[in-house]
């Protein structure tokens, strides 16, 4: 997918930042819609479906926590990128960025040019650019990335966003170990202290639902699929 089919939405109350940006991303050959308004950016999203979303943390009226919230709870946004960028850089903040299901946070002040290569590489996962449909014959999967379906052996299983995205990984190359850093980084966007336990409660809820021998643990490494 080309620059050209990605839609942008930034949300900020900065209108130079406002301009700079669209600009700049409209250089890169990405289609850009901007809000200064709470309510008004949801709405946006919900119309126009971007396939990301560039807020500020502080909004009026809603803040971008809540923001994310409202945005992460449509269906239809489902596989929408959202990246804070602000000049808060507590880790409170971030950690309820991500707990409100941000894929990544940026602080500002970030040169440009810097913000855009962050973005580009968070869209290398958005799902228009990665295979539709994983097939391992033999322990039974289908995952359909576009649809957010998984089923084993014919019978559907349900599974929330991140542990979707997580069993989608290790699908996608099975027998690969990914390591817990791979992990965060690509599923999270960022990297957990050693002792954060996030991914390994996320596989024992993937095992719950698929089986417990199909997903290998590495000690001391991570992860990987059997197929």
């Not at 999203?45 to 994310?68: K, R």
């Not at 295979?131 to 299983?157: A, H, M, P, Q, T």
């Not at 996320?202 to 699929?225: A, F, M, Q």
Request: glycine residues 4%.
């Amino acid at each position: 997918m080309t620059n050209s089919n990605f839609k942008i939405l930034v949300i900020a109350t900065d209108e130079e930042f406002l301009s700079e940006a669209t600009a700049a991303l409209k250089a890169e050959g990405f289609v850009v819609i901007t809000s200064t308004k709470s309510r008004e950016a949801i709405q946006l999203a919900t119309d126009e479906l971007p396939q990301l979303v560039l807020l500020d943390l502080l909004m009026p009226e809603l803040d971008g926590i809540d923001i994310c919230l409202e945005l992460r709870h449509k269906p239809e946004l489902i596989s929408t990128l959202v990246v804070f960028y602000t000049e808060r850089n507590e880790d409170y903040s971030q950690v309820a960025a991500f707990n409100a299901g941000a894929d990544d946070y940026i602080i500002k002040p970030t040169k440009m040019r810097v913000l855009i290569s962050r973005l580009k590489a968070l869209l290398k996962r958005h799902p228009s650019n990665l295979e539709k449909v994983i097939k391992n014959d033999s322990i039974g999967l289908i995952i359909d990335r576009d649809r957010y379906l998984i089923f084993k052996d014919g019978k559907e299983i349900i599974l929330p966003r991140k542990e979707f995205e997580l069993l989608s990984l290790l699908s996608a190359s099975p027998r690969k170990v990914f390591t817990r850093d791979e992990i965060s980084q690509l599923i999270w966007g960022y990297e957990f202290v050693a002792k954060n336990r996030t991914i390994d409660v996320h596989i024992l809820k993937i095992r719950e639902k698929l089986g417990d021998k199909y997903i290998k643990t590495i000690k001391g490494i991570g992860y990987s699929l059997e197929g």
